[in-house]
C-alpha cells in the first residue's frame, strides 16, 4: 500500500514538473516570438519608408515572417493549454505517453519555427517543395499530430469522466 501511494505522489511529482514547464516555455514562446514580430514590424516599416518598390519575392517573404510570428505564438498558448491539462489526461493513458506526447510537441515547434524563417529568408523559387520546404513541413506535421492525440485524449477524458 505505501509502494503504490509512494508511486503516485512520485508520478504526480513528475507531471506537475512537466506542467510547470511547459507553462514557462509556452510563456517564453509568445515572448520570444512578440520580440521577433516587434523587430520585423520595425524592418518592413523601414522598408515602406524607404519607398523601396516590393518585388513578389520580398512580399512573400514578409507575409512568412508575418505567418510565423503568427503561428508560434498560437504554438506558444497551446503549449500553455497542454501544460495546463495534463491533470485531466493522466488517467487515460501513461506518464510515459504523455511525456512521449509532450516530448515530440516542443521537439515540433523549434523546427517548424526554424522551417518557416528560413523559407522567409532563402527561398528559391515559389511552389517548389524543397528541403527548407521539408523542414517546417515535418515541423508542422509532428505539431498537428501531437494537438490531434491530445485533443482526442482531451475529449476521451471529459467524456469519460461525465459517465
Same mark, same amino acid.
Given at each position: 500500500? /505505501?509502494?503504490?501511494? *509512494? ?15 511547459? =507553462?514557462? #516555455? ?8 512578440? %520580440? ?10 523601414? #522598408? ?6 516590393? !518585388? ?5 517573404? /514578409?507575409?512568412? #515572417? /508575418? !505567418? ?8 506558444? @498558448? ?5 501544460? &495546463? !491539462? ?6 487515460? +493513458? ?13 521537439? !515540433? %515547434?523549434? %523546427?517548424?519555427?526554424?522551417?518557416? %524563417? ?7 523559387? =515559389?511552389?517548389?517543395?524543397? #528541403? @527548407?520546404?521539408? +523542414?517546417?513541413?515535418?515541423?508542422? @506535421?509532428?505539431?498537428?499530430?501531437? +494537438?490531434? =492525440?491530445?485533443?482526442? &485524449?482531451?475529449?476521451?477524458? *471529459? ?5
Amino acid at each position: 500500500m /505505501r509502494k503504490t501511494i *509512494a508511486f503516485y505522489v512520485n508520478e504526480v511529482k513528475s507531471l506537475q514538473k512537466y506542467k510547470l514547464l511547459l =507553462i514557462g #516555455l509556452g510563456f517564453f514562446w509568445i515572448f520570444s516570438w512578440c %520580440i521577433f514580430g516587434s523587430i520585423l514590424g520595425a524592418q518592413i516599416k523601414s #522598408l515602406n519608408q524607404a519607398a523601396m518598390i516590393s !518585388s513578389e519575392h520580398m512580399i512573400w517573404q /514578409r507575409t512568412l #515572417l /508575418r !505567418s510565423a510570428h503568427a503561428h508560434m505564438n498560437s504554438m506558444g @498558448i497551446t503549449t500553455i493549454l497542454i501544460g &495546463l !491539462s495534463i491533470p485531466h489526461i493522466k488517467g487515460m +493513458i501513461s506518464e510515459k505517453n504523455i511525456k512521449k506526447i509532450i516530448l515530440f510537441n516542443l521537439i !515540433s %515547434i523549434p %523546427i517548424f519555427g526554424f522551417g518557416i %524563417i528560413l523559407e522567409a529568408f532563402f527561398s528559391d523559387i =515559389i511552389g517548389i517543395f524543397s #528541403l @527548407i520546404t521539408a +523542414i517546417s513541413a515535418t515541423g508542422g @506535421i509532428i505539431y498537428i499530430l501531437t +494537438i490531434a =492525440i491530445w485533443s482526442s &485524449l482531451f475529449i476521451f477524458s *471529459a467524456m469519460k469522466k461525465n459517465n
